[in-house]
């Protein structure tokens, strides 16, 4: 049954210390920091009307199958449900769905459609999936696969000949940042890969390697031409990238995770070295130093960095018309901040400019059909929540 509340726009006073918890430190250097403004802009909201969709055992990611109303969301131990949103939240099960590696921060991760297979049914279409593989011994790794969907009868789905058409390398031991999401470009040639360095730290700076990087590969998960490294890497020197999307203009913009301090929100170009783990406007959790970002460092640099810290859950820039004065802001979803933070962009540029509380860890927010904001709430019952202006 849904359930119909209001949350008004309130800032949320709440600025985390690490995106894993701890001390705040700026270590040695005096860091970017954008805290809440004490003054919301002026754009006529008054809140959130909140309509609930159901729980899930710990939702990772949510995509729209395009040209519908069903939702399909990932829950991390390894399940794929879909939701008819316009029918009264019918259910709809998912076979075929690929054994995961299931601990830690790992498990079934991202899920992605190809707008262009939008039509007015959801018969078949290609399906992407993100999930952690276990290689020998005590490793692994994220893949990404791609196969059919295919719902005969509109209750029940199969994916079909799910293969794996990228691997993240090495693989290694730990079961923390994995990144995994996905992402196509708005012409639909190229798929963007978030690769997070595995808690690894050095191989980010290594390009024998995808640790820490921005893969940029066909929709077949072939190296795409045109990459500035002969292979698969479009960008590196990241940490944990857990948002991603492309802005009006273009633009690939990336949210990831700092150390104790030092989240970034970064602006995504070819061949850029984002500097981690060699610099950071955080500090290591044994509060040992990381010199910040100068402006000499031969570094490209946050356009955002965040001391202390938001812990993004994941990044979606809104082109729907529900939200009107949110037309071309970000949204990322807040971990320990338990919010939502809209960002405005001024061509290059960006700023913090809003606050909303949630009163639970977020996960994931996406724009759907109709302009409507669906928001995961993290860990186990993590509800899904559609938000529209009240």
Same mark, same amino acid.
């Given at each position: ?6 949350l ?17 430190s700026?270590?040695g ?10 003054s ?13 969709h ?50 830690g921060?790992?498990? *079934? ?5 190809l707008?262009s ?10 399906i ?8 020998d ?7 990404? !696969? ?8 509109h209750?029940?789905c199969?994916?079909?000949? *799910? ?8 693989k ?10 996905i ?22 700076q ?6 820490g ?7 077949d998960?072939?190296p ?17 990238? *857990? ?6 203009q273009g633009?690939?913009?990336?949210v ?5 301090g ?19 406007? !955080? ?9 910040d970002?100068?402006?000499d ?24 018309? *529900? ?7 970000a949204l ?23 606050r909303?509380d ?14 409507a ?11 899904l ?6």
């Amino acid at each position: 049954m849904k359930r119909v509340t209001v949350l008004a726009a309130i800032l949320s006073p709440l600025l985390m210390a690490s995106s894993c918890g701890g001390s705040s430190s700026t270590g040695g250097g005096e860091a970017v920091s954008t805290p809440t403004p004490t003054s919301p802009p002026d754009t006529g909201f008054s809140g959130f009307a909140i309509t609930e969709h159901g729980s899930f055992n710990e939702p990772w990611a949510a995509a729209f199958i395009p040209g519908t109303d069903v939702l399909v969301l990932t829950e991390k131990s390894g399940t794929i449900r879909g939701v008819q949103t316009g029918n009264f939240d019918k259910a709809i099960f998912f076979s075929g769905v690929p054994e995961v590696d299931y601990g830690g921060q790992g498990g *079934l991760g991202d899920i992605a459609f190809l707008p262009s297979e939008a039509s007015s049914t959801i018969d078949r279409r290609t399906i992407y999936l993100s999930w952690v593989e276990a290689g020998d011994g005590d490793t692994r790794g994220a893949v990404v !696969g791609r196969g059919q969907m295919v719902c005969e009868d509109h209750q029940d789905c199969a994916i079909q000949g *799910l293969e794996v058409i990228w691997r993240q390398s090495p693989k290694v031991s730990g079961r923390g940042h994995y990144s995994h999401r996905i992402l196509f470009s708005p012409d639909e040639r190229y798929m963007y890969i978030a690769s997070g360095e595995r808690q690894k730290k050095e191989p980010a700076q290594d390009l024998s390697n995808t640790l820490g990087t921005v893969v940029r590969l066909n929709l077949d998960g072939t190296p795409a031409a045109g990459n500035p490294f002969g292979d698969e890497i479009w960008s590196y020197g990241h940490r944990n990238i *857990l948002g991603m999307d492309f802005d009006a203009q273009g633009r690939l913009w990336e949210v990831e995770h700092g150390p104790k301090g030092g989240d970034e929100l970064n602006l995504v170009q070819r061949g850029a070295n984002y500097g981690w783990p060699v610099r950071s406007n !955080g500090i290591n959790y044994n509060d040992t130093n990381i010199p910040d970002h100068t402006p000499d460092d031969g570094f490209t640099k946050p356009v955002i960095s965040w001391t202390p810290v938001i812990a993004p859950g994941n990044m979606t820039i809104l082109d729907g018309d *529900l939200f009107a004065a949110w037309k071309g802001d970000a949204l990322i979803s807040g971990l320990k901040t338990k919010a939502l933070i809209r960002v405005s962009f001024d061509g290059d540029t960006a700023r913090e400019v809003e606050r909303y509380d949630m009163g639970e860890r977020i996960r994931s927010v996406i724009e759907g059909p109709d302009g409507a904001l669906w928001v995961l709430e993290d860990g186990e019952g993590g509800r899904l929540l559609q938000l529209r202006p009240q």
